[in-house]
């Protein structure tokens, strides 16, 4: 079986599913395959903290409804270092622009139904997905369904949302796109906690023993980080000792942190990695399938939206005129944003971890944190990356 579409999407997860929408406003076809099952992407725990930026976007092309009305507002973030406190603001004054505390897997639920409810083309379970003909101008994608019925989709463009394990950027030819990458010595085990969050705003802290966070999901959840190992086995950290580091790395005088029945626990590896141009030929990449941000910065599924909006434009202005200029652009303009978020996490990441044992390394971290302590000027710049503000 073959079908028509004007662009071949693959992967169902922000980057994905925003490019579907925006283009369908726009007046351009496309068909989303998704190797998992829609239970599984609905419930996959990622992200939660989203850029006024990102909001923006979504809410201009009315998929912000719901996170407009269950999202939490976030306007300042804390930073701990040894026992010191530093609050961030960034929504507030004049110019104050908030962040928003929203789950991604509900945001990707909430662009799943909209999506369908609009009579949008999706395919879950799909497996062995290939691409042929990309360079020429009618690739096209094969999979398999339902237990092994095989399928093609004939299209213009292909999409590349498949994230980081991906296989779209395996069809590129050798030498068509470099890999500049940095390896980062630490992973984050991330838990949910069925308890009402210990502050108001997300705190990063920097302890003897390695970084913790406080994230925020909603009244009745809490998302908690702790720096460990690369790979570190999960059955290392029973849950007491996953409360007993937590309590720890955050203390603060005064403070108190609440505790809960631990119901998820991850490890993820931290990567810096950049795909250089996130085009060829007929495919173009999007989000984790052509950059790794580490998660210190909140700054990777706000960059996969906002690749999206940007080939949307690009696709929808080459669909109606055929001028291929913005198309021909569409990695350079991904690509500043792409490397300022890299700067910028990469920097946080030293900021608030513990990178080094050697004492001349960890005087400077301290040097970098008294520049905040000591300058509003400093804080501003902060604010400015973490919360997208240009
Ligand atoms: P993905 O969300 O990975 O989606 C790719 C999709 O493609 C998946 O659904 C996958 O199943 C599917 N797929 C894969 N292979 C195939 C195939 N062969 N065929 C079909 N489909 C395929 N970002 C933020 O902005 N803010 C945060 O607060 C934040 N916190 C994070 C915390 C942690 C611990 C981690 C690990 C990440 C965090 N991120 C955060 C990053 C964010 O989750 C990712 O950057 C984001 O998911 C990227 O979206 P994407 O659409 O590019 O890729
Ligand atoms: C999260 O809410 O999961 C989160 C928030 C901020 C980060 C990373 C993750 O930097």
């Not at 909001?55 to 010191?84: K, N, Q, Y």
């Not at 173009?284 to 949307?312: E, S």
Request: hydrophobic fraction near 40%.
């Amino acid at each position: 079986m073959r079908a028509r579409t004007q662009v071949g999407i693959v992967g169902a997860g922000p980057a994905g599913l925003v490019l579907a929408h925006l283009l369908r406003q726009a007046g351009v076809s496309s068909v989303v395959l998704e190797s998992r099952s829609r239970e599984y992407v609905e419930s996959r725990v990622r992200a939660g903290l989203i850029e006024n930026r990102t909001v923006e976007l979504l809410d201009r092309h009315g998929l912000a409804d719901r996170l407009r009305e269950r999202g939490m507002p976030h306007l300042g973030t804390e930073l701990r270092s040894f026992g010191r406190r530093l609050r961030i603001p960034y929504g507030e004054g004049a110019d104050g622009r908030a962040m928003v505390v929203y789950p991604q897997q509900d945001l990707v639920a909430d662009l799943i139904r909209l999506w369908l409810d609009g009579g949008g083309e999706l395919h879950f379970e799909v497996e062995d997905v290939s691409l042929a003909g990309l360079d020429g101008g009618r690739p096209v994608i094969s999979y398999r369904y339902g237990g092994g019925v095989s399928r093609e989709v004939e299209c213009d463009l292909v999409a590349g949302c498949d994230g980081s394990h991906g296989v779209c950027r395996g069809h590129v030819p050798e030498g068509a796109m470099t890999e500049l990458s940095q390896d980062i010595p630490i992973a984050w085990l991330g838990v949910l906690a069925r308890i009402g969050p210990s502050t108001d705003e997300i705190i990063y802290s920097l302890h003897e023993h390695g970084f913790a966070g406080h994230m925020l999901r909603t009244s009745e959840v809490s998302r908690f980080y702790l720096q460990v190992r690369p790979g570190e086995p999960l059955e290392e950290w029973p849950d007491d000792r996953i409360w007993a580091e937590l309590q720890a790395r955050l203390q603060s005088p005064g403070w108190t942190l609440a505790e809960g029945p631990i119901f998820q626990k991850n490890v993820a590896d931290m990567r810096s990695v950049v795909v250089e141009p996130m085009r060829w030929r007929s495919l173009f990449l999007l989000g984790d399938a052509a950059h790794i941000v580490p998660p210190t910065g909140a700054k990777g599924m706000n960059l996969a939206i906002g690749d999206a909006g940007v080939l949307a434009a690009a696709i929808a202005e080459w669909c109606a005129g055929g001028d291929a200029r913005q198309l021909d652009e569409y990695s350079d303009a991904c690509l500043t944003r792409v490397w300022r978020a890299q700067e910028f996490s990469l920097w946080m990441t030293a900021l608030v971890h513990r990178m080094s044992d050697d004492p001349h390394q960890r005087r400077l971290q301290r040097a970098r944190f008294d520049s905040l302590m000591a300058s509003p000027a400093a804080r501003r710049t902060f604010a400015e990356s973490y919360a997208g503000l240009n």
